[in-house]
């Protein structure tokens, strides 16, 4: 493996020099310069990260921590924060929780020994006590999607209450009464903010809110299946569901198909962000689409 001594060596410099080029610091003459960068060049040197690093207390890298990269918004918005980092230089560790809080402990523990220059996370709940590792060392934090209560954190995400409200009232203006709520854990602020989007479009119509059209389970597929099914064995069933995020919406839509229903025949459904390769099949699905992607990048750039 090539050294930086070798660099050195075939330009004709000392090892000092070479390390000042690579790192830009003190005064070399812009002959000396080409010399050594030619050298690098024709060496296939590459510097190391960790020497570096501990020179500069810097690692020129970010830890990007979601709940779940197979669904379509994370997998956007980690495009979003890759591409806002490495045009300034920086690499992306990604990270997926599974909305697990061992799982977000073995991460973060894991990012800090790794000594990144920040963390982007969506924290799998609304406690800022699980991300005092963070706090305590003076880690440079974005709270994405989500916000936490308990620590002034910067934070970028979309306005949930506002989105799902249009959602339900959509509905209303439909016709339906009888609108039914599939959530995401109960502890996660996204979660939260759309349950109260909904109560908000209910009682703006008039209509009573019934605990037993609300039901919260995760943010996949399988738990808006299941909770799909409970909501159709119900004696006065929904007419109308309301997805809190794409995977419970593609849930949903597998428990309809297994009972012979169909969208919008048989049952109106209303969800968070797209549903790729879906539009065709289900051209009458109403969603709110947020910026996944912009507010990747927004969360890196901070």
């Not at 806002?84 to 977000?104: H, I, M, P, W």
């Not at 008039?206 to 159709?232: C, M, N, Q, W």
């Not at 549903?275 to 910026?291: A, E, K, W, Y």
Request: aromatic share 6%; net charge neutral.
């Amino acid at each position: 493996m090539t050294t930086i001594s070798d660099v050195a060596k075939r330009a004709g410099v000392s090892p000092v020099t070479v390390s000042r080029v690579i790192n830009n610091t003190g005064n070399v003459s812009p002959a000396t310069r080409a010399k050594v960068e030619r050298a690098i060049r024709e060496l296939g040197y590459v510097p190391s990260g960790v020497a570096q690093s501990l020179r500069s207390k810097r690692t020129r890298t970010l830890a990007l921590i979601v709940p779940d990269i197979q669904n379509a918004f994370w997998t956007t918005a980690a495009r979003g924060v890759e591409d806002a980092a490495q045009s300034r230089g920086y690499s992306v560790f990604l990270c997926n929780t599974d909305e697990s809080a061992a799982k977000q402990k073995h991460y973060l523990d894991a990012v800090i020994s790794q000594r990144v220059d920040g963390v982007i996370i969506a924290p799998y709940d609304k406690d800022a006590t699980t991300l005092l590792p963070l706090k305590r060392r003076n880690i440079p934090t974005v709270v994405i999607d989500r916000y936490i209560e308990g620590w002034d954190v910067d934070t970028v995400s979309g306005d949930s209450i506002s989105a799902a409200r249009a959602l339900v009232k959509h509905l209303i203006d439909l016709g339906h009464r009888r609108i039914a709520v599939i959530s995401g854990p109960l502890g996660t602020s996204t979660a939260a903010d759309r349950l109260a989007g909904y109560q908000i479009a209910l009682a703006e119509a008039g209509i009573p809110y019934d605990p037993d059209l609300v039901k919260y389970g995760e943010f996949r597929a399988i738990s808006g299946e299941r909770l799909t099914h409970e909501l159709l064995n119900l004696d006065d069933r929904p007419t109308a569901i309301f997805a809190a995020n794409n995977a419970i919406a593609m849930g949903v839509i597998d428990a309809l198909d297994a009972r012979g229903m169909r969208i919008p025949r048989d049952m109106a459904l209303v969800c968070f962000d797209d549903l790729p390769n879906t539009s065709r099949l289900f051209p009458f699905l109403t969603v709110v689409v947020q910026p996944a992607y912009e507010i990747g990048a927004n969360a890196a750039q901070l």
